[in-house]
């Protein structure tokens, strides 16, 4: 808007150009855009609510007016969506307002026969209601939906929202999803969460780190067009193993005790960072049984990328009023 107009009226140019010039020196113009603040919250998903002293350090650190916890998982099980891994809220004390998410496998949307969404969306929603009787004032869906499975979940997250009167809906956004909106659609919520974790391929032994990736992180977000939906932005704090037998990927275990793999006999260490590993006897981890030869390769979302990441979404995500920070997850030993 600042630069001197290419013009046949050339005084004219002058003067913008100069009005311009005085705006900019003044401060009042030519400045960039601030970044909207994002305010601060985390994902809760262990199946029982009762943060440590840690975690509710934190939550008061960032001042959360709420703190998103997975209700339960929905999967199809013996030809019928079935929840598992509920909820209990063991220890709400002094904590902000719950808003609970409910995880539905893509599986559930290619089974579910399309007459029955309206019956699993007022399940869904009876069932959370009865699992946070304080009440709530959002739901949302978390579900890797696909090309194929759009139409009965989309179907399924307007029965949702009617279901849920005038409390709010939202759902989750994958990369893929965000970038391709011809494909996959566009849900039938106002808000979103923009997932930016989990973005290399897990499945390769030779991935370095499949939950951050920040160079595949912009290619998903560079050069497309704005997603229409208001997105707040979801970064990961967390670390697994993912285990690996004859090339597959056979296991991921949640944060199990590394003091573990100093023990030489059973596990020798690849690589000079401590990242990689071969079961040398089959052995026990975190209650699982691993084979000689399995491989280990241990990925890490440290605290100290949050805000690099988070300022690489603000890049190519449009800001809007109250957008969240949505970290995943409380309750990470790396918060310690």
């Not at 099980?77 to 598992?84: L, N, S, V, W, Y």
């Not at 026969?113 to 009876?126: I, K, M, Q, R, S």
Request: charged share 20%; with cysteine; glycine share 6%.
């Amino acid at each position: 808007m600042c630069h001197p107009q290419s013009s046949p009226r050339a005084g004219r140019g002058v003067v913008i150009a100069g009005i311009c010039l005085l705006l900019c020196f003044g401060g009042t113009a030519c400045q960039p855009p601030e970044e909207t603040p994002l305010k601060t919250t985390f994902y809760h998903w262990e199946t029982s609510l009762a943060p440590d002293s840690t975690a509710r350090a934190l939550l008061k650190t960032y001042s959360c007016d709420r703190l998103y916890v997975k209700a339960f998982d929905v999967a199809w099980t013996a030809g019928r969506p079935e929840p598992t891994a509920l909820i209990q809220l063991a220890d709400t004390t002094g904590l902000p307002d719950l808003q609970p998410v409910v995880f539905i496998t893509n599986e559930v949307f290619e089974q579910q026969p399309t007459p029955d969404l309206v019956d699993l969306a007022d399940n869904v929603v009876g069932l959370v209601e009865a699992l946070f009787p304080g009440g709530f004032a959002e739901l949302q869906v978390d579900c890797d939906w696909t090309a194929r499975t759009q139409v009965p979940y989309f179907v399924f997250l307007k029965a949702v929202q009617a279901r849920l009167g005038q409390r709010q809906l939202t759902c989750t956004i994958r990369l893929h999803q965000y970038r391709d909106t011809k494909g996959q659609g566009l849900p039938p919520v106002n808000r979103a969460t923009l997932m930016a974790y989990n973005v290399g391929d897990l499945n390769q032994w030779t991935t370095s780190n499949s939950i951050i990736d920040t160079a595949i992180l912009k290619t998903y977000l560079a050069g497309g067009a704005t997603y229409p939906i208001a997105l707040d932005l979801a970064v990961a704090v967390y670390d697994w193993p993912a285990v690996y037998r004859r090339d597959q990927l056979t296991y991921l275990i949640n944060e199990p005790d590394l003091r573990e793999f100093r023990d030489s006999s059973r596990f020798l260490q690849l690589d000079a960072e401590g990242l990689r590993y071969e079961v040398r006897q089959s052995t026990y981890l975190d209650g699982i049984y691993l084979y000689s030869g399995d491989r280990i390769r241990r990925e890490i979302a440290p605290v100290a990328l949050v805000e690099e990441q988070a300022a690489i979404l603000q890049r190519y995500v449009p800001g809007f009023t109250d957008q969240r920070l949505m970290i995943y997850r409380i309750g990470s030993r790396l918060w310690d």
